[in-house]
Every structure is written in C-alpha cells, then in structure tokens.
C-alpha cells in the first residue's frame, strides 16, 4: 500500500530533550515536506526537500533540523525542544507535482 | 508578505452547493491546490488549477483566475461526510519547493 508512516504518532517531552520525528514513503516521491499545523495558523512548512541530500528552508525553520540520506526517508530533528514547538507536525511527498501531496498521519508532540 | 485568505467557516445543508474562495498575494503563482483535513486526520489532496478555468473531479471542482489572484472550491450534493476544513495553497516560486497554505475552512454540512 502506498503510504507516507511517521512515527512516533504522539510523544510527550520535556524542554531541551532532543528528538527525532520519523518520516518514510514508500512511493518513490523526490519531493518531501515538513509541516506544522497550530489552531487558526493551518499549515505551515518547516523544511522542504526536492531529492536525495537537497534540502531547503521552510517559512518556520526555526528550531528544526532535517536531512535527506535516502530517498525514502526525511526524519525531522529538534535538538532542543521549547514549549513553543508544541503543535501536530505532518511529514508529506510528492513524485513530480508540488501540489498533489500525499501526507503522513501525523504527530501530535507536547513540549513541556 | 505572501497571503491567502479564505473564509473561517461555511455552514451548509445537505444536498445543497457551496462555493469556498481563496484570495492569494503572493510574489509569484505556479498553481494552487485545495486540500480536504477531516478532524484529526491528514489533509488530503482535492483539485489543482495551473491554468484560468474550471477544473472538474466529480462533485467537486476548482476554479482559477489569475488575473483576480482568485480561486474557489465548489462543492456539489454536499454529503455529511463533507464536513471537514479545506485548505488552498500556493506555490509562489518556480524554482523551489516552498507551499503557502491558506488558514483553512471549515465546513459544516447540516442534514
């Protein structure tokens, strides 16, 4: 089935304890994207990546680390989480159109 | 600044027709989308518009004019299971991968 996974799909954590959101597609998709999604703010792009090692920032980059090692794979890093990054985080690819994007689940990460 | 604005909400009943609208300022246009996010759930893609005019998938179709930086969202025999936020987006540069999305409406279908 093709499909975008993220995991974890919930995590609790505490300020400055660094973590790793997973993001895997298994559609071939060149294209990868961060977003965040805050009541009232819809969704807003953190990172974007258009291939394997090219990656480029988001209108929110702030606080997030990212990278491109394969294909298949754009896990989303915060090295020191604040309160502030509370918010559901979606991972979503892409083959050649920008615009027709398939998204992950989502993960819904507290930052206390 | 770039932008998108569409209407918070729409109440709509059963059966009827409703119509969303996306006004974009944004330094450039390479095509905008709309989106479907049932609560809790991932946004899933609906319609793309690269050219003016109206494009169809079923009860739902999208439109476009550049020259209005304007689009809209219409969709026909609303369902229940319609009821949902929609989201229209834009890609404002050629030559990278940045979206903007609109804040997003929500739609309430009512029997």
């Known amino acids: 089935e093709a499909q975008v996974t993220q995991n974890p799909r919930y995590l609790i954590t505490v300020t400055g304890k660094k973590l790793t959101v997973t993001c895997s597609q298994n559609m071939n998709h060149e294209y990868m994207s961060w977003y965040r999604q805050d009541p009232g703010l819809g969704l807003r792009q953190i990172y974007y990546?258009?291939?394997?090692?090219?990656?480029d920032k988001g209108d929110v980059p702030e606080g997030y680390k990212v990278s491109r090692k394969e294909k298949r794979n754009f896990p989303l890093i915060l090295e020191s989480p604040s309160p502030n990054q509370t918010s559901l985080y979606f991972c979503?690819?892409?083959?050649?159109?920008?615009?027709?994007?398939?998204f992950g689940p989502g993960t819904r990460l507290t930052v206390t | 600044g770039q932008s998108l604005e569409q209407p918070s909400e729409v109440t709509a009943v059963e059966g009827a027709i409703v119509q969303i609208n996306c006004t974009y300022q944004t330094s450039g246009f390479y095509g905008l989308s709309w989106y479907q996010q049932h609560d809790g759930g991932a946004p899933t893609f609906l319609s793309y518009?690269?050219?003016?005019g109206l494009e169809e998938t079923g009860r739902f179709s999208s439109f476009l004019s550049r020259s209005d930086s304007y689009g809209y969202l219409l969709l026909q025999e609303l369902q229940m299971k319609d009821s949902a936020s929609y989201f229209c987006a834009v890609k404002a540069t050629s030559n990278t991968g940045k979206l903007i999305f609109g804040q997003g409406t929500t739609l309430q279908v009512k029997p």
């Open positions: 979503a690819s892409s083959l050649r159109s920008l615009h027709e994007q398939y």
């Open positions: 990546s258009m291939n394997v090692e090219v990656t």
């Open positions: 518009n690269g050219l003016d």
